[in-house]
């Protein structure tokens, strides 16, 4: 340990490491705490069979304006060294669509990092609207107000181990901006847009507040909101953040499990639950819970309220 005093007064004490005598992971938190807040690619894609692909990254920035140039990294992944899906697509297909990231989808994002199984779609599983480009054949989430349709100019691997990025630099050949978001100017509200940043760990920021956390998907992979009920779906009141803290979970409770949460919950229901009016009393309930942190009991009631 080293100390060291300037000459304002700060005095910092610090620990030191040389990364060779580190694991990949403990370096991958290091760098993810000491840079950050990083911006959130939400990129999009598709192979050479026409299956697309939804995933977030935090590997991100700008590096030109002439010619526009993106540059993000998907690494590989630190436990067995394999690919993500997003790098095998941009080696088949060398286009991707790159949306911001605002504060209203960041646990919809949050959730399409789960390492689902070929051939998913993310789209659906995270509950995002796909519309076509005009530009490239990857689809863009037209919740976002911010899209860049790319060309992948080159894909620079930058090692062969796990957690080794590749720098997949893109050029934008169109850009696609909510005017709701624009100001008089011409220039990009950050109030608007309200983009969400990363740091380490489960903590993110965003640009009209401070830190928050969303837990990180499960390794295990979340139902997905494609599997929450129609109903809920299409219900118009939770948000697409807390439907996806729902399709977080690992698995619907039994319907034996959610008899015995709904009766904990309403001691002595006068509704049908599967009715308009017991819909709307499960919906409230059920935001009440989410923002209890019972997802699991939230998620049950969800099961409740059938569908048809």
Same mark, same amino acid.
């Given at each position: 340990?080293?100390?060291?005093?300037?000459?304002?007064?700060?005095?910092?004490?610090?620990?030191?490491?040389?990364?060779?005598?580190?694991?990949?992971?403990?370096?991958? #938190?290091?760098?993810?705490?000491?840079?950050?807040?990083?911006?959130?690619?939400?990129?999009?894609?598709?192979?050479?069979?026409?299956?697309? #692909?939804?995933?977030?990254?935090?590997?991100?920035?700008?590096?030109?304006?002439?010619?526009?140039?993106?540059?993000?990294?998907?690494?590989?992944?630190?436990?067995?060294?394999?690919?993500?899906?997003?790098?095998?697509?941009?080696?088949?297909?060398?286009?991707?669509?790159?949306?911001? /990231?605002?504060?209203?989808?960041?646990?919809?994002?949050?959730?399409?990092?789960?390492?689902?199984?070929?051939?998913?779609?993310?789209?659906?599983?995270?509950?995002?609207?796909?519309?076509?480009?005009?530009?490239?054949?990857?689809?863009?989430?037209?919740?976002?107000?911010?899209?860049?349709?790319?060309?992948?100019?080159?894909?620079?691997?930058?090692?062969?181990?796990?957690?080794?990025?590749?720098?997949? +630099?893109?050029?934008?050949?169109?850009?696609?901006?909510? *005017?709701?978001?624009?100001?008089?100017?011409?220039?990009?509200?950050?109030?608007?847009?309200?983009?969400?940043?990363?740091?380490?760990?489960?903590?993110?920021?965003?640009?009209?507040?401070?830190?928050?956390?969303?837990?990180?998907?499960?390794?295990?992979?979340?139902?997905? /909101?494609?599997?929450?009920?129609?109903?809920?779906?299409?219900?118009?009141?939770?948000?697409?953040?807390?439907?996806?803290?729902?399709?977080?979970?690992?698995? +619907?409770? #039994?319907?034996?499990?959610?008899?015995?949460?709904?009766?904990?919950?309403?001691?002595?229901?006068?509704?049908?639950?599967?009715?308009?009016?017991? *819909?709307?009393?499960?919906?409230?309930?059920?935001?009440?819970?989410?923002?209890?942190?019972?997802?699991?009991?939230?998620?049950?009631?969800?099961?409740?309220?059938?569908?048809?």
């Amino acid at each position: 340990m080293s100390s060291a005093t300037t000459p304002s007064g700060t005095s910092w004490h610090f620990e030191g490491w040389d990364p060779a005598n580190l694991d990949t992971m403990s370096v991958q #938190n290091l760098l993810q705490g000491a840079v950050g807040p990083r911006p959130v690619a939400l990129a999009s894609t598709i192979n050479r069979h026409g299956e697309v #692909n939804l995933s977030p990254f935090s590997f991100f920035n700008v590096f030109s304006a002439n010619p526009p140039v993106l540059i993000f990294s998907p690494a590989l992944r630190v436990r067995d060294g394999s690919s993500k899906h997003t790098l095998r697509n941009v080696m088949e297909i060398p286009e991707v669509v790159i949306q911001v /990231v605002p504060f209203a989808l960041v646990e919809q994002v949050s959730l399409a990092s789960s390492e689902y199984a070929d051939g998913v779609n993310e789209f659906q599983k995270v509950g995002l609207t796909a519309w076509p480009s005009l530009k490239v054949a990857p689809p863009r989430v037209a919740e976002s107000p911010v899209q860049m349709e790319c060309k992948v100019m080159e894909v620079k691997p930058l090692g062969t181990e796990g957690g080794a990025g590749n720098l997949v +630099i893109c050029e934008v050949v169109y850009f696609h901006v909510a *005017r709701e978001v624009l100001l008089p100017t011409g220039s990009i509200d950050p109030y608007a847009v309200d983009a969400v940043a990363r740091l380490g760990g489960d903590w993110y920021t965003r640009s009209s507040m401070g830190l928050f956390e969303v837990e990180k998907p499960l390794r295990t992979c979340g139902i997905g /909101v494609d599997a929450l009920p129609k109903w809920l779906q299409e219900y118009g009141t939770l948000d697409g953040n807390r439907l996806a803290r729902l399709g977080n979970q690992p698995s +619907i409770p #039994n319907i034996e499990r959610c008899k015995e949460i709904f009766q904990e919950q309403f001691t002595a229901p006068t509704f049908e639950p599967s009715s308009p009016e017991g *819909r709307s009393e499960l919906v409230l309930r059920i935001s009440l819970l989410l923002e209890q942190g019972q997802t699991e009991q939230a998620l049950a009631l969800a099961m409740m309220g059938k569908d048809g």
